[in-house]
């Protein structure tokens, strides 16, 4: 008897075995688009987040002013908190918190900011913190100092 090993990767059943990989459809991949006024609306062909498989996956937020659609005044720590005020929201409206986050990953203009990024991060975020990165990038739109996107579980 040839050994078989399953594992499901949202909402396929991939069948390991000696002859070879098989993947069995279990059920359609059912995946919501997210959207709030309380934050920046997509300006291109993205979402501001898509649930799917019990998780939301929040586009990159920048700072910007949901209201009137401006960068936010100030340096990197006023940028950070609006950033996260931002995705907040998003996940919010997916009925997920920053607290519900298990993956955040941080692209910062200049990686001598990470100090001052990290202590208003630490501000939104409860322990146990979730899994994270963060890289220093070339550019980021509107030449902004950060921007955040997260991973988060949605409740219920």
Not at 26 to 36: A, F
Not at 43 to 63: N, R
Not at 92 to 98: I, R, Y
Request: aromatic share 6%; glycine share 8%; net charge positive.
């Amino acid at each position: 008897m040839k050994r078989r090993e399953a594992l499901t990767v949202l909402g396929a059943t991939v069948l390991l075995s000696s002859a070879g990989t098989h993947i069995q459809k279990r059920s359609p991949l059912m995946k919501k688009e997210i959207k709030t006024d309380k934050a920046p609306q997509a300006i291109g062909p993205y979402s501001q987040a898509v649930a799917a498989g019990g998780f939301v996956f929040a586009s990159g937020q920048i700072p910007l002013d949901p209201a009137g659609g401006e960068i936010v005044p100030g340096g990197i720590e006023e940028q950070t908190r609006r950033v996260l005020l931002n995705l907040s929201a998003v996940l919010e409206a997916a009925s997920s918190s920053l607290a519900d986050a298990v993956k955040v990953t941080v692209f910062l203009q200049d990686m001598n900011d990470f100090g001052r990024m990290n202590a208003v991060y630490q501000e939104f975020f409860p322990a146990p913190y979730p899994a994270r990165a963060a890289v220093q990038v070339a550019r980021l739109p509107r030449d902004v100092k950060v921007e955040i996107e997260a991973v988060a579980a949605v409740k219920g």
